[in-house]
């Protein structure tokens, strides 16, 4: 790489620089330093202020240089949004690990479904939703679909059972069912 290109990298956008970095590795090096301190911010802002946020970040870029290939831009997305998402799912994968090792360490801890079934926000509340959203895609789809309709999305059992043509009794089972499979998913975790 000649010392003349680097001026012309800076002017060119993060996807054209996204794309000459997969012919030219070395060129990537543009998309870590427009990012970096950016990306530094954002996962200590998830994860807080540990040591391990180097490695979030360091593992997101990672994550970014090798699925470089598969990044198509569309209308209303762009680079960074998509960069972004990477961060974000890395940091609250991380983060995740971080609290289900605690929170099940912990003799007398106990999952809190009903701190996410209610109303208003809290820190805590979005944290266990984030939670419960990367186990319901592991979940089988008719439990996960009842346990996300009831605790994320706040519907009624009734509204639940008429939406899925269902009696009120079997979306509660499903709920239960869909509950223990989560808790054994979070145990493995631990």
Not at 47 to 74: C, H, M, N, P, W
Not at 92 to 116: G, P
Request: overall charge positive.
């Amino acid at each position: 790489m000649l010392k003349a290109d680097k001026p012309n990298q800076a002017a060119l956008s993060d996807e054209e620089v996204l794309a000459l970095a997969l012919k030219t590795p070395s060129v990537f090096k543009v998309i870590l330093d427009r990012y970096e301190s950016a990306f530094l911010r954002k996962a200590r802002d998830i994860i807080g202020a540990r040591e391990e946020v180097d490695d979030v970040v360091v593992e997101s870029f990672t994550k970014i240089y090798l699925k470089a290939g598969q990044f198509k831009k569309l209308p209303g997305a762009s680079f960074k949004s998509w960069a972004y998402k990477i961060l974000l799912n890395t940091s609250f994968s991380y983060y995740r690990r971080l609290k289900t090792r605690h929170a099940f360490t912990q003799q007398d801890t106990e999952f809190n479904w009903d701190m996410v079934a209610a109303k208003g926000g809290s820190r805590e509340k979005e944290d266990l939703q984030d939670l419960i959203a990367s186990v319901l895609v592991r979940l089988p789809k008719n439990l996960a679909q009842p346990l996300k309709l009831y605790f994320l999305d706040g519907w009624s059992q009734d509204e639940i059972a008429k939406r899925e043509g269902l009696t009120r009794g079997a979306v509660k089972t499903r709920i239960h069912r869909a509950k223990k499979l989560f808790k054994a998913y979070l145990k493995e975790l631990a």
